[in-house]
Nanobody
Framework: QVQLVESGGGLGQPGGSLRLSCAAS????????MGWYRQPPGKQRELVAV???????KYGDFVKGRFTIARDNAKNTVYLQMNSLEPDDTAVYYC???????????WGQGTQVTVSS
């Protein structure tokens, strides 16, 4: 059974920071590409960041250096550090896993991030 469990969402202030975590089980985590996607209200899901098993990263264009993705293979956990938060960052954030042979893709249930003063 594959599970991706997000945590760390909640209310953030404009200009503030949040760190999201995604704990994975049921996969060989160290060889799996992990990612974060988000879905703002009334909009389609979009890429936030991905990190490969070799720790290569890429980010959505809107991030503009504000977010950082990282992984801790010892904890089977991927993180998204979000700094300089903006109201437009408000969305449901989803953890994503893609197996290294591209045989399967998995999604977490999502965690709500709301940025408001």
């Amino acid at each position: 059974q594959v599970q991706l469990v997000e945590s760390g969402g909640g209310l953030g202030q404009p200009g503030g920071s949040l760190r999201l975590s995604c704990a994975a089980s049921g996969i060989i985590f160290s060889t799996t590409q992990m990612g974060w996607y988000r879905q703002p209200p009334g909009k389609q899901r979009e890429l936030v960041a991905v990190i490969t098993g070799g720790s290569r990263t890429k980010y959505g264009d809107f991030v503009k250096g504000r977010f950082t993705i990282a992984r801790d293979n010892a904890k089977n956990t991927v993180y998204l550090q979000m700094n300089s938060l903006e109201p437009d960052d408000t969305a449901v954030y989803y953890c994503n896993a893609v197996l290294n042979d591209l045989s399967a893709t998995y999604w977490g249930q999502g965690t709500q991030v709301t940025v408001s003063s």
